[in-house]
């Protein structure tokens, strides 16, 4: 009525989607992006461009190392001789990995998670110089030292980033942010492969060139990520600086009043009762964390262990057999990587409104489903002459599967799983869990190529088992508090939460300005933090 009294903000209809409330909960600033984007360009996308690099000039690089042998000794290489260099140079990677994951809780305590990142790039410009130069320096040493810096960094980018995009985003966007971590891992293997072709740097004279470019990205995070903000939860709980911690937090969630996401992280600080970071063993051994701690462990191996670096192997295989030209194959591969690049996009897309447990359940399942139907095709291969193109067809769906869902999420579930004192301890347990299972399958598939096409049948049960673990145990994490989650969690591990948790825990949800009185927390205002 005009002229009457103002009640739009009474209006049932503030929160419905294209409302303002809406809008502020879609917001997305440039600060976050940048940090997003290129936090990940200098470590995900390195370890996934590290992944496919060595693919290429795997030729070149054993006659380089027939040829310096033969310089230094007089005599050439023996077969066996070159096999361990290359097999030395290909795991030592894994090596360098589990280093790094071991290295993480020290760094992130140190210097935080922006600084860890920081300092990292150090690794990846000086493996960059070692693998670039090793020919010219005619040491194969130098190219194996250098895979080893190389994997280093990987181990502590695949902890440190996670964790970073874990507390600079707001929870409704979480999974979003982090799924960064798993597009850029895959473009980096897209990357690979496409710089890996003869055309460009995948020639005897230019594959240096391809250890070199390993520098760039790494040089653009230390052009950037030095101007946008360290973790607020970090500055705020583990440095008490409250300022800095305020101004990450406008930075960020861009907008001035961050009074409600400040006072979620106090009352999340008071709840865990404890001001130093947890080591491994304090957190192992807590019953309080023992499922999320399980979790995250089976996740994590199941990601390694699922078969897709199996699938790696056999495509150009397939391939052959469906008549395609040798020099065809490699523009073919090519769509492997873009389906992963795409897949992973997408997942990053839907996951706030899917949810986190749903994806990776699909994505187990699907792979189990595919591997079930590519063995009985790859069965009667030689039969029918079509049967080659609808195994490459499942190969394509098992990489499209993978990346929808296991393929990042447990990055992401790991720094939702627990609150902050207990985070770097996690993120160090996932790192070694994920490199000593990616060193496993390294050793063992060898092994198992003799089961020739069944040996996709054991990656289904890895699948399977995953999936159905995941089904009974996990809870979904979107768009809740790190305190909800863990009170999710409370039944299974049998550690009911105490009345001043809970009490907290309804001041995080509200994230207002709360008041204590006659010994009971007063609960003042509606409005949710964004954290």
């Not at 705020?236 to 979620?264: Q, W």
């Not at 009352?267 to 063993?281: G, I, P, Y």
Request: glycine share 8%; proline share 4%.
């Amino acid at each position: 009525v005009r002229g009457g009294p103002d009640t739009s903000m009474d209006c049932p209809c503030k929160n419905m989607p294209g409302s303002h409330s809406d809008l502020d909960w879609i917001r997305i600033t440039a600060c976050l992006v940048n940090a997003a984007f290129f936090g990940a360009l200098g470590s995900s996308y390195l370890y996934g461009y590290n992944l496919s690099v060595v693919n290429a000039p795997a030729l070149y690089i054993k006659k380089f190392y027939n040829q310096t042998w033969t310089e230094r000794y007089g005599e050439p290489i023996g077969a066996d001789m070159v096999t361990m260099l290359w097999s030395i140079t290909v795991s030592i990677f894994a090596i360098g990995g589990l280093l790094g994951a071991l290295c993480v809780t020290l760094l992130t305590k140190l210097i935080g998670r922006k600084g860890t990142l920081l300092l990292n790039n150090g690794f990846a410009v000086i493996a960059a110089l070692l693998l670039a130069l090793g020919e010219k320096a005619r040491s194969f040493e130098m190219l194996i030292i250098g895979r080893f810096i190389m994997g280093v960094d990987s181990g502590i980018a695949l902890s440190a980033l996670p964790m970073y995009l874990g507390e600079i985003s707001p929870r409704h966007m979480r999974g979003s942010i982090g799924q960064f971590n798993s597009i850029l891992i895959c473009l980096g293997v897209f990357t690979g492969q496409v710089l890996g072709l003869p055309e460009l740097l995948g020639q005897e004279s230019r594959w240096n060139f391809l250890f070199a470019f390993l520098a760039l990205p790494a040089l653009l995070q230390l052009c950037v990520l030095p101007f946008l903000p360290e973790s607020p939860r970090f500055l705020l709980m583990e440095r008490r600086d409250e300022a800095g911690a305020e101004k990450a937090f406008r930075a960020f969630l861009g907008k001035k009043d961050v009074s409600k996401e400040l006072e979620e992280v106090h009352a999340e600080s008071r709840a865990q009762n404890t001001l130093h970071m947890a080591s491994v063993t304090e957190l192992m051994l807590n019953p309080a964390l023992r499922w999320q701690v399980i979790t995250v462990m089976v996740t994590m191996a199941c990601y390694q262990l699922c078969g897709l670096n199996a699938i790696w192997y056999y495509t150009n295989g397939i391939l052959r057999d469906s008549g395609f030209a040798e020099n065809v194959i490699p523009y073919i591969v090519l769509s492997t990587g873009g389906i992963e690049t795409l897949a992973a996009v997408v997942s990053g897309l839907v996951i706030e409104r899917i949810g986190r447990r749903p994806l990776l359940i699909f994505g187990f399942s699907a792979m189990a489903f595919f591997f079930g139907l590519l063995t009985v095709f790859l069965n009667f291969q030689d039969q029918y002459s079509w049967m080659p193109y609808l195994s490459f067809t499942c190969i394509l769906a098992v990489i499209a599967s993978f990346c929808s869902g296991p393929g990042g999420i447990p990055f992401v579930l790991t720094g939702e799983l627990f609150e902050q004192s207990y985070r770097p301890a996690a993120f160090m347990i996932a790192g070694i869990v994920n490199w000593v299972a990616n060193f496993a399958v390294g050793l063992l598939f060898p092994f198992m190529q003799s089961l020739q096409t069944y040996a996709f049948l054991v990656f289904l049960v890895v699948c399977v088992l995953g999936a159905v673990y995941l089904y009974f145990i996990l809870p979904e994490t979107k768009n809740k508090t790190f305190m909800d989650i863990s009170q999710s969690f409370a039944k299974i591990n049998k550690v009911p939460l105490g009345d001043k948790e809970i009490e907290n825990e309804l001041a995080i949800k509200a994230g207002s300005k709360e008041v204590e009185k006659n010994g009971k927390v007063i609960i003042d205002g509606e409005m949710e933090s964004s954290f």
